[in-house]
């Protein structure tokens, strides 16, 4: 009965359905896995009444939390579905760890629960987004998150060297907000940083895609992490020049085992600078109406962040721990373990310019 209701619904509504029944199925087996093995860590929602014992040797037995929190809304999710890149940016905090990358159907098909579970923006990130087979497997993304899901806003956050016109005339109408990172216009202190590549000029590059953006449509965001080798730095005239719909100033910030540690990728403690150096670079930069600051505490605990795996990455103890992947036991169990500040997330205005409008 249920395949001939699905038959006659639309080819990716049809999709959507059956990926939320597959999450809800997944984490209905989640619940019922204490009757068959011991867990490490407490399921969302539910409790442990007992332990290990002649008359239960199965494992613990559990049972429903009637007073569990209310579940989270993924409104807005940032999907690092890759972590290769082609710049060595010395601060990056998603470092190349892994090359994996999801088959283009199963990321697909977590995207599909995330709309069902709530999510209404996503913004696709790195690594670099456009390294995966030259851009097309973020433009298919792009495409059936505007297309078949219909989201309000999607959005790629990328290095921008490796854009071509080609992609917005293939891909462009179903994109928002292209955010470029660009954290100096000074080529020598962008070299120090990790942004150079070899004759080519990012700030030279960073024009050309402000111009695709606005013949292609396209909301055109700037985003710069504020360090030790650009927070003298003045941008006033060239972000005005510029003209971005936002340019969000980050604050240099140190994650374990991603660009801080002995297991790090990276040693990004050169680059880090105080709050009051930060509030500095701010107050020079006070009359750039479209300057959106992010201090370390806002970028720690107000975003949703996916990882490659398609799992939820908890931030606030100052490294990333993830949750299990939605793939495996659905969002709403997943996302109790990503740390998420809501409030914090509203706070820094994180679900404002979100379309095209502005252009």
């Known amino acids: 009965m249920l395949l001939g209701v699905l038959y006659r619904l639309p080819l990716a509504v049809a999709r959507a359905v059956l990926v939320a029944l597959r999450g809800r199925l997944c984490a209905l087996c989640w619940s019922l896995a204490p009757l068959s093995r011991p867990l490490s860590l407490p399921l969302p929602g539910w409790r442990r009444v007992s332990t290990l014992s002649p008359v239960s040797p199965v494992g613990p037995r559990w049972e429903r939390d009637d007073d569990d929190e209310a579940s989270l809304t993924p409104t807005s999710v940032n999907y690092h579905f890759t972590r290769q890149c082609n710049y ?6 998603h470092t190349a760890k892994t090359s994996f990358v999801l088959p283009l159907e199963e990321a697909k098909m977590g995207l599909a629960m ?32 505007k297309q078949d899901l219909k989201l309000p806003s999607v959005s790629i956050v990328s290095n921008g060297s490796l854009i071509r016109e080609r992609w917005f005339k293939k891909y462009g109408e179903y994109l928002d907000i292209l955010a470029i990172s660009c954290d100096s216009f000074d080529e020598n202190v962008n070299v120090l940083i990790g942004r150079g590549q070899g004759k080519k000029n990012h700030v030279e590059n960073l024009h050309k895609l402000r111009q695709w953006c606005r013949e292609y449509a396209v909301a055109f965001k700037i985003n710069s992490v504020i360090n030790r080798f650009n927070v003298e730095e003045d941008m006033n005239e060239q972000i005005k020049a510029l003209n971005p719909v936002r340019w969000k100033v980050f604050q240099c ?14 040693e990004a403690e050169r680059f880090v600078i105080s709050d009051e150096e930060f509030e500095q670079f701010l107050d020079r930069h006070k009359d750039v109406s ?10 720690r605990d107000s975003y949703l962040i996916l990882d490659e795996y398609m799992r939820f990455l908890n931030c606030r103890n ?29 706070k820094r205005g994180g679900n404002s310019h979100w379309t095209k409008n502005g252009l």
């Open 114 to 145: 995330l709309k069902e579970a709530g999510m209404e923006k996503i913004n696709f990130s790195g690594g670099e987004p456009f390294l995966q087979d030259r851009g097309e497997f973020v433009g298919k993304l792009v495409q059936f998150c």
């Open 318 to 346: 100052g490294r990333k721990e993830p949750s299990k992947s939605i793939l495996d036991v659905g969002v709403e169990a997943a996302i109790k373990f990503s740390g998420f500040d809501e409030m914090m997330f509203l």
């Open 88 to 93: 060595k940016c010395g601060f990056c905090f």
């Open 253 to 266: 910030l140190l994650i374990e085992g991603e660009n801080s540690g002995e297991d790090a990728l990276r």
């Open 290 to 299: 479209c300057l959106v600051p992010e201090s370390n505490q806002k970028m």
